[in-house]
């Protein structure tokens, strides 16, 4: 766990070798040619916008890290095969037709008492500090760029949680690194940011992005079945799971592109979000 948040890394010494398309050096080259940064990473470790959960830097990276993150068989329950971060965020375009609409804009809100800014930066260094690649970082930056703060007005196995608003259901079925008590989780201290990033991803490797972020959208109804149509709004499309998922990808792209052409744009207040109607 990290201990202070000056333990962080400055975002923009990662982005210009991580945010390459096709430069990612082996974990093997990496322990050969940054043995202090691994060693030092073991030390480490207004519109309103809807997405429910309703029921519910690669030097840094050690060996068992840098293993396949995507499961290789369907899980138990998982209504889709599973598919890895990377392949949904190259793969993904924006077709507004098939997606919920995107959105880009400066927020100036604050969430959880903590401005965009914040939550883009600390949840992408988290992650990377983690042995994500880069585009699993990104897609949880998607997540906090679209949720905003915490819903805290669901109860049972929906409770949400954290920047991610994870429901009690996901957490306590796929994650690995809980708190004895998951109210931890709703700070902002690098600790709980932490926490977040790493069952998050737990998750994420679980059961492949795709399946995280159907149960993200609607709990264990859409994990199991993401064909499901699930809410009586009109505005919430037939295939939302998979439009949730689209959309979601589509942002993470859109900030990647973002910062690979600036590293300001992982510090700032712009938002890549989605007009998502709410469940």
Do not use: C
Not at 122 to 128: G, Y
């Amino acid at each position: 766990m990290i201990s202070s948040v000056s333990s962080r890394s400055n975002p923009s010494s990662f982005l210009a070798s991580l945010l390459k398309s096709s430069a990612r050096p082996q974990p093997a080259q990496q322990a050969q040619t940054q043995p202090s940064q691994d060693t030092s990473a073991a030390a480490l470790r207004n519109k309103l916008f809807y997405a429910d959960s309703f029921e519910s830097s690669p030097s840094a990276r050690t060996q068992s890290q840098s293993l396949s993150a995507t499961p290789t068989t369907r899980p138990a329950g998982a209504g889709s095969d599973p598919l890895g971060a990377d392949a949904l965020v190259k793969a993904s375009s924006h077709d507004a037709s098939r997606d919920y609409p995107a959105l880009s804009y400066a927020d100036d809100k604050q969430y959880n008492g903590q401005p965009l800014g914040f939550w883009k930066k600390n949840v992408w260094d988290s992650a990377i500090k983690s042995g994500a690649a880069p585009e699993e970082a990104a897609l949880l930056v998607a997540q906090v760029m679209q949720e905003g703060g915490t819903d805290f007005n669901k109860s049972g196995a929906a409770t949400n949680y954290g920047p991610f608003n994870l429901n009690k259901d996901l957490l306590e079925t796929y994650g690995k690194h809980l708190p004895d008590d998951l109210q931890k989780l709703n700070g902002s201290s690098p600790e709980a940011i932490d926490l977040n990033v790493s069952n998050a991803l737990d998750a994420m490797r679980a059961v492949g992005a795709n399946n995280y972020l159907h149960h993200v959208r609607g709990g264990r109804t859409n994990f199991e079945h993401p064909e499901q149509r699930i809410s009586n709004n009109p505005n919430v499309k037939g295939d939302d799971a998979f439009a949730f998922e689209r959309s979601l990808t589509n942002n993470a792209r859109l900030f990647l592109e973002a910062a690979q052409a600036n590293p300001s744009a992982l510090t700032d207040n712009q938002r890549f979000a989605s007009d998502i109607p709410n469940i």
